[in-house]
């Protein structure tokens, strides 16, 4: 008889292709530096190049591989160049990637401990390292009264702790009965856009999120933020949520965590703290003083994805009383029921976030944590913050350029005192040349420019470069 036509990949083609795959990536990273680094193709011009129609058959691997250098390669806007300063960095480390790797290699889907023990109990160890990493406080411990998940996003992580807040405020009646328009949530002018998508989909409503008021830094100011809080109490509205920022995506500012966190205590709010990128800075001592006072927070997030090297998504979000965040999201149809989740001697992750499904995110953390050891986690940090301030002291001898705001870490904000035509033109033709990114924000109504030190393969070089290529095209603009 005939044998069988099988489609699959057999374990001798997935070790032959892996071996190219991994040698690609290989390449790619020692050749990073001789792409543009934003990616130079048009809207469309991807789409154009491939067929309209799949293929009825299936192609070759090799044919797969090529097609990543030809068509792919083009559209791809080099994140991990050492010449990336834009938005953030995200990191993919070579640890980070092979345990990505095993993770997709394992497959499992760990949304309760009984459906991969490993998945669940790794995360936890990993999350309980992180707390003695960063200096978190003892009750973000799981052997304490919380626990740390890992999520796939800051976004999402804001979202669980409005969640939570939420529905501690009311009582935990409105995932029964829906909301009631009186809640409200608060944040300074400066946090990032995704508490306005939670409390969108929170049901709290824009109209409800009050944008407080910052300081010179562009740090929420807590007085004007209890000013606010006694406000809308006597306007019979419920403030429920504060959202405190440790390094704001704009400009880097340190909300005032502790002074905010009393009038959250005074007040009975949820004090969420985001740390997205600056939190990995906490693993060196002499910057934990940016995050004083999170001791009095009910959550905390910050994103390995960043600038720690865990490769994109990786968030690590805690809360200091798991039962309310469990009794926020949790819902245990009869499909899920299990002998270990009902002895309760276990952690089922599925109710600590808005998924049900979840990968194996926490392979990678722990190889990467492993790799560099909180010696080789430190000495990235301190080097980019370095580079920075080095960086910041060029801006200030130069009598063209001005800082915008303070440089407390790696992000510098700067600008050119010709007027936001003369920024919007050295950034324009910088990303255009492919030499370098940046990106920009407006302070105080003024275009500024940001420039980000945090990829990894970032040296002295790159950013004695990149103040090189800013003040030729300053040069050339008179």
């Known amino acids: 008889m005939p044998q069988e036509k099988s489609f699959h990949m057999t374990p001798d083609e997935f070790r032959r292709h892996g071996h190219a795959v991994v040698d690609w990536i290989a390449d790619y990273q020692s050749r990073i530096e001789s792409f543009p680094v934003l990616s130079q193709v048009k809207p469309g011009q991807l789409r154009a190049s491939l067929p309209v129609n799949p293929p009825a058959e299936g192609e070759p691997f090799d044919t797969l591989l090529k097609d990543v250098d030809q068509l792919i390669l083009p559209g791809v806007t080099h994140w991990q160049s050492p010449n990336w300063f834009a938005y953030f960095p995200c990191n993919a480390s070579g640890p980070g990637i092979l345990g990505d790797l095993l993770a997709s290699g394992l497959g499992v889907q760990g949304m309760l401990w009984s459906t991969s023990p490993a998945c669940t109990e790794l995360e936890t160890h990993v999350m309980d390292w992180l707390v003695g990493m960063l200096g978190l406080p003892q009750k973000f411990l799981s052997s304490s009264t919380g626990g740390g998940v890992i999520q796939d996003t800051a976004s999402s992580a804001v979202l669980c702790a409005l969640l939570a807040a939420r529905e501690r405020a009311s009582g935990y009646t409105t995932n029964k009965k829906g909301g009631n328009g009186r809640l409200v949530a608060y944040a300074s002018t400066q946090t990032h856009s995704s508490l306005e998508k939670a409390a969108m989909i929170a049901g709290i409503g824009t109209d409800n999120l009050r944008l407080i008021e910052v300081d010179e830094k562009f740090a929420m100011k807590p007085d004007a933020l209890a000013h606010q809080v006694d406000a809308d109490r006597k306007a019979g509205l419920i403030p429920c949520f504060v959202c405190a920022t440790v390094g704001t995506t704009s400009s880097n500012a340190m909300d005032p965590v502790r002074a905010i966190g009393e009038v959250c205590q005074k007040n009975d709010l949820w004090l969420h703290v985001d740390a997205a990128m600056s939190g990995t800075a906490m693993v060196c001592l002499e910057f934990r003083h940016l995050q004083d006072g999170v001791d009095l927070?009910?959550?905390?997030?910050?994103?390995?994805?960043?600038?720690?090297?865990?490769?994109?998504?990786?968030?690590?979000?805690?809360?200091?009383?798991?039962?309310?965040?469990?009794?926020?999201?949790?819902?245990?149809?009869?499909?899920?029921?299990?002998?270990?989740?009902?002895?309760?001697?276990?952690?089922?992750?599925?109710?600590?976030?808005?998924?049900?499904?979840?990968?194996?995110?926490?392979?990678?953390?722990?190889?990467?944590?492993?790799?560099?050891?909180?010696?080789?986690?430190?000495?990235?940090?301190?080097?980019?913050?370095?580079?920075?301030?080095?960086?910041?002291?060029?801006?200030?001898?130069?009598?063209?350029?001005?800082?915008?705001?303070?440089?407390?870490?790696?992000?510098?904000?700067?600008?050119?005192?010709?007027?936001?035509?003369?920024?919007?033109?050295?950034?324009?033709?910088?990303?255009?040349?492919?030499?370098?990114?940046?990106?920009?924000?407006?302070?105080?109504?003024?275009?500024?420019?940001?420039?980000?030190?945090?990829?990894?393969?970032?040296?002295?070089?790159?950013?004695?470069?990149?103040?090189?290529?800013?003040?030729?095209?300053?040069?050339?603009?008179?």
């Not at 301190?382 to 960086?391: C, D, G, N, T, Y």
């Not at 990106?439 to 990894?456: C, E, F």
């Not at 090189?468 to 040069?475: C, K, T, V, W, Y």
């Open 297 to 478: 927070a009910d959550s905390y997030n910050f994103n390995p994805h960043k600038w720690m090297g865990a490769n994109f998504d990786c968030s690590c979000f805690w809360v200091a009383d798991r039962k309310a965040l469990i009794q926020t999201l949790s819902i245990l149809p009869e499909y899920l029921r299990n002998q270990a989740t009902e002895s309760g001697a276990v952690i089922d992750y599925r109710d600590w976030h808005i998924q049900l499904g979840r990968r194996f995110r926490s392979l990678k953390l722990w190889f990467v944590i492993r790799h560099y050891g909180i010696e080789g986690l430190q000495h990235n940090v301190r080097e980019h913050v370095r580079l920075a301030q080095e960086f910041a002291d060029w801006v200030k001898s130069d009598d063209r350029f001005e800082l915008a705001a303070p440089v407390p870490l790696n992000l510098i904000c700067f600008r050119h005192k010709g007027g936001d035509a003369t920024n919007q033109s050295i950034m324009d033709r910088l990303n255009k040349s492919g030499d370098l990114c940046l990106t920009h924000t407006k302070l105080n109504g003024s275009l500024t420019l940001r420039l980000s030190v945090g990829q990894m393969n970032t040296k002295a070089r790159h950013v004695e470069r990149a103040w090189q290529l800013i003040r030729e095209e300053a040069n050339r603009l008179g």
